[in-house]
Protein backbone atom coordinates (compact mmCIF):
# COMPACT_ATOMS: atom_id res chain seq x y z
CA UNK A 1 0.00 0.00 0.00
CA UNK A 2 1.21 3.39 -1.12
CA UNK A 3 -0.25 7.11 -0.04
CA UNK A 4 -0.27 8.62 -3.07
CA UNK A 5 -0.53 12.97 -3.49
CA UNK A 6 -3.65 14.22 -3.62
CA UNK A 7 -4.85 16.77 -5.83
CA UNK A 8 -5.34 19.98 -4.17
CA UNK A 9 -8.00 22.51 -5.44
CA UNK A 10 -8.40 24.11 -8.26
CA UNK A 11 -7.18 20.75 -9.69
CA UNK A 12 -8.82 20.43 -13.29
CA UNK A 13 -9.28 16.75 -12.59
CA UNK A 14 -11.32 17.57 -9.77
CA UNK A 15 -13.99 18.95 -12.39
CA UNK A 16 -13.62 15.97 -14.24
CA UNK A 17 -16.30 12.89 -15.02
CA UNK A 18 -14.77 9.78 -13.95
CA UNK A 19 -15.16 6.35 -15.67
CA UNK A 20 -16.84 3.27 -15.07
CA UNK A 21 -14.48 0.84 -13.61
CA UNK A 22 -14.59 -2.60 -16.55
CA UNK A 23 -11.56 -4.81 -15.17
CA UNK A 24 -11.66 -6.00 -11.53
CA UNK A 25 -9.06 -7.47 -10.23
CA UNK A 26 -5.47 -7.30 -8.26
CA UNK A 27 -5.25 -3.99 -9.77
CA UNK A 28 -8.06 -2.51 -8.49
CA UNK A 29 -7.58 -4.17 -5.44
CA UNK A 30 -4.17 -2.13 -5.24
CA UNK A 31 -5.95 1.74 -6.32
CA UNK A 32 -8.21 0.81 -3.19
CA UNK A 33 -5.85 -0.10 -0.67
CA UNK A 34 -3.32 3.10 -1.74
CA UNK A 35 -6.81 5.43 -1.86
CA UNK A 36 -7.63 3.83 1.89
CA UNK A 37 -3.93 4.55 2.96
CA UNK A 38 -3.71 7.61 1.29
CA UNK A 39 -7.46 8.79 3.01
CA UNK A 40 -6.10 8.06 6.37
CA UNK A 41 -3.09 9.88 5.96
CA UNK A 42 -4.65 13.27 4.82
CA UNK A 43 -6.56 12.71 7.46
CA UNK A 44 -10.23 11.99 6.24
CA UNK A 45 -13.43 9.83 6.45
CA UNK A 46 -13.91 9.57 2.17
CA UNK A 47 -11.66 9.66 -0.61
CA UNK A 48 -12.54 8.94 -4.95
CA UNK A 49 -9.35 8.09 -7.26
CA UNK A 50 -10.30 11.23 -8.88
CA UNK A 51 -8.62 13.02 -5.63
CA UNK A 52 -5.18 11.53 -6.70
CA UNK A 53 -5.74 11.92 -10.57
CA UNK A 54 -7.82 8.67 -11.22
CA UNK A 55 -10.30 9.10 -13.07
CA UNK A 56 -12.20 6.23 -12.27
CA UNK A 57 -15.38 5.44 -10.52
CA UNK A 58 -13.75 4.26 -7.09
CA UNK A 59 -15.36 5.50 -3.83
CA UNK A 60 -13.26 4.10 0.01
CA UNK A 61 -15.10 5.29 3.33
CA UNK A 62 -14.11 4.72 6.56
CA UNK A 63 -16.52 6.73 8.84
CA UNK A 64 -15.68 4.80 11.98
CA UNK A 65 -12.18 2.99 11.93
CA UNK A 66 -13.87 0.31 14.29
CA UNK A 67 -15.95 -0.52 11.46
CA UNK A 68 -14.09 -1.96 8.19
CA UNK A 69 -13.51 0.34 5.32
CA UNK A 70 -16.27 0.43 2.72
CA UNK A 71 -15.52 0.46 -0.92
CA UNK A 72 -17.89 1.54 -3.77
CA UNK A 73 -17.06 0.97 -7.76
CA UNK A 74 -19.56 2.43 -10.03
CA UNK A 75 -21.86 4.01 -7.37
CA UNK A 76 -24.80 5.31 -8.91
CA UNK A 77 -27.63 6.85 -6.85
CA UNK A 78 -30.85 4.89 -7.89
CA UNK A 79 -32.96 7.36 -5.28
CA UNK A 80 -33.06 10.16 -2.60
CA UNK A 81 -35.36 11.05 -0.29
CA UNK A 82 -37.25 14.38 -0.77
CA UNK A 83 -36.53 14.97 3.27
CA UNK A 84 -33.43 17.09 3.29
CA UNK A 85 -30.33 17.31 5.81
CA UNK A 86 -27.75 20.14 6.22
CA UNK A 87 -23.97 18.96 7.34
CA UNK A 88 -20.71 20.58 7.36
CA UNK A 89 -18.48 19.17 4.50
CA UNK A 90 -15.05 19.96 3.48
CA UNK A 91 -11.88 17.51 1.20
CA UNK A 92 -9.28 16.24 1.29
CA UNK A 93 -8.93 17.96 -1.61
CA UNK A 94 -9.13 21.57 0.13
CA UNK A 95 -7.82 21.31 3.56
CA UNK A 96 -8.37 23.72 6.53
CA UNK A 97 -11.99 24.74 5.51
CA UNK A 98 -15.59 23.48 5.13
CA UNK A 99 -19.10 25.04 4.80
CA UNK A 100 -22.69 23.03 5.40
CA UNK A 101 -24.09 21.76 2.46
CA UNK A 102 -27.64 20.57 2.11
CA UNK A 103 -28.80 16.86 0.60
CA UNK A 104 -31.36 14.53 0.74
CA UNK A 105 -31.40 13.36 3.56
CA UNK A 106 -31.35 9.90 2.51
CA UNK A 107 -30.62 7.38 -0.94
CA UNK A 108 -30.33 4.15 -2.10
CA UNK A 109 -26.91 3.74 -4.43
CA UNK A 110 -26.40 0.92 -6.80
CA UNK A 111 -22.38 -0.37 -7.06
CA UNK A 112 -20.50 -3.22 -7.31
CA UNK A 113 -18.04 -4.50 -4.66
CA UNK A 114 -13.69 -4.89 -5.54
CA UNK A 115 -15.14 -8.51 -6.80
CA UNK A 116 -17.30 -6.80 -9.50
CA UNK A 117 -20.60 -8.27 -7.72
CA UNK A 118 -23.39 -5.69 -8.58
CA UNK A 119 -24.79 -4.24 -4.96
CA UNK A 120 -27.30 -2.16 -3.52
CA UNK A 121 -27.56 0.27 -0.08
CA UNK A 122 -29.67 2.46 1.50
CA UNK A 123 -28.00 4.68 3.31
CA UNK A 124 -29.14 7.66 5.61
CA UNK A 125 -26.87 9.76 8.00
CA UNK A 126 -23.28 10.19 7.94
CA UNK A 127 -23.28 7.58 5.14
CA UNK A 128 -25.69 9.16 2.64
CA UNK A 129 -24.07 12.31 3.05
CA UNK A 130 -20.74 10.84 2.33
CA UNK A 131 -21.67 8.82 -0.67
CA UNK A 132 -23.56 11.68 -2.09
CA UNK A 133 -20.32 14.35 -1.53
CA UNK A 134 -18.14 11.46 -3.08
CA UNK A 135 -20.27 10.55 -6.01
CA UNK A 136 -20.34 14.47 -6.66
CA UNK A 137 -16.83 14.08 -7.05
CA UNK A 138 -16.89 11.24 -9.26
CA UNK A 139 -19.35 13.52 -11.34
CA UNK A 140 -16.74 16.09 -11.06
CA UNK A 141 -19.34 17.77 -9.01
CA UNK A 142 -16.53 19.35 -6.36
CA UNK A 143 -18.33 19.90 -3.17
CA UNK A 144 -17.93 23.50 -3.49
CA UNK A 145 -20.03 24.28 -6.47
CA UNK A 146 -22.96 22.87 -4.05
CA UNK A 147 -22.90 26.51 -2.50
CA UNK A 148 -24.24 29.63 -3.57
CA UNK A 149 -22.13 31.80 -5.65
CA UNK A 150 -21.46 33.95 -2.48
CA UNK A 151 -20.59 31.20 0.21
CA UNK A 152 -18.58 29.58 -2.36
CA UNK A 153 -16.19 32.93 -3.55
CA UNK A 154 -16.12 33.66 0.50
CA UNK A 155 -14.96 29.74 0.78
CA UNK A 156 -12.07 30.09 -1.92
CA UNK A 157 -10.71 33.24 -0.67
CA UNK A 158 -10.37 31.72 2.80
CA UNK A 159 -8.66 28.88 1.38
CA UNK A 160 -6.11 30.57 -0.71
CA UNK A 161 -5.53 33.07 2.16
CA UNK A 162 -4.93 29.76 4.44
CA UNK A 163 -2.94 27.90 1.69
CA UNK A 164 -0.28 31.09 1.22
CA UNK A 165 -0.02 31.04 4.79
CA UNK A 166 1.17 27.09 4.83
CA UNK A 167 3.59 28.12 2.50
Known amino acids: MTIRPILKYPHPAL ?37 IGVLKR ?40 SDEVERPASIRVRYEDLSGVSQTEEAAGLLSICLQHEIDQLDGIFWVYRLSKLKRDRLIKRYEKLSRSQR
Do not use: C, K
Open 15 to 51: RSLAEGVREFGDDLRLLADDLLETMRAAPGIGITAPH
Open 58 to 97: IVVLELDREQPARFYVNPEIEWFSADTVRHEEGSVSMPGV
